[in-house]
């Protein structure tokens, strides 16, 4: 784990309709008309593809801009305690994503600020991640369905757990950035 954050793993019915309510009736209509889901999860895998392969390089520093200060220092303290091998692990290709879904759309105000009330909206996504299943695509392999349940493939799927942050206050020109990053692999997790 590179930050201490919830391990989300599986979507909630309840949160998915929530999601689709914030944004076909908050965020689109008062924050951003042309804000569309399914890009913002294609710009997401690409997020996720970058910072993975800087992490896996120890390329820390490049992240600045796109990943959060805060985050960026816990982060730092957990590849400092990881192997090369674990480092490694953390690389994902966004071809090898199978199963990606926003987990909780938000929107947050501030309102310390009395003259200019701050806005964000955050999103929270999961990628599962079958390593080398580009290959296997590109091979002509078919991939099971319950891939997650086969002992072969247990080792090569992780989980990402990803949060992203936009600032949307009036006359404030902001870029999605990465406030959360989590890999874990779900083998760690099961008992033999």
Not at 3 to 11: A, I, K, S, T
Not at 132 to 153: H, Q, T, Y
Not at 172 to 185: I, M, P, R
Request: one cysteine or more.
């Amino acid at each position: 784990m590179l930050m201490d954050f919830p391990q989300l793993v599986w979507p909630s019915v309840i949160k998915t309709v929530r999601n689709w309510i914030m944004v076909h009736f908050i965020i689109r209509p008062y924050f951003d008309r042309e804000f569309s889901l399914p890009d913002f999860v294609q710009g997401a895998k690409q997020a996720l593809q970058i910072v993975s392969s800087s992490l896996a390089g120890g390329e820390v520093k490049q992240l600045e801009g796109l990943v959060d200060r805060v985050a960026l220092n816990d982060i730092r303290q957990s590849l400092s305690k990881m192997s090369v091998a674990e480092r490694y692990d953390i690389q994902v290709d966004k071809a090898d994503i199978y199963f990606s879904f926003p987990y909780q759309v938000g929107v947050m105000f501030d309102e310390s600020d009395d003259d200019n009330q701050k806005r964000f909206v955050e999103i929270t996504m999961v990628f599962h991640v079958l390593r080398g299943l580009k290959g296997m695509i590109e091979r002509g392999e078919s991939v099971p369905l319950n891939v997650g349940a086969l002992p072969e493939f247990r080792d090569k799927i992780s989980i990402c757990n990803y949060r992203f942050i936009k600032e949307f206050t009036k006359g404030v020109d902001s870029d999605w950035t990465v406030n959360v990053v989590n890999h874990f692999k779900p083998s760690d997790y099961i008992e033999e």
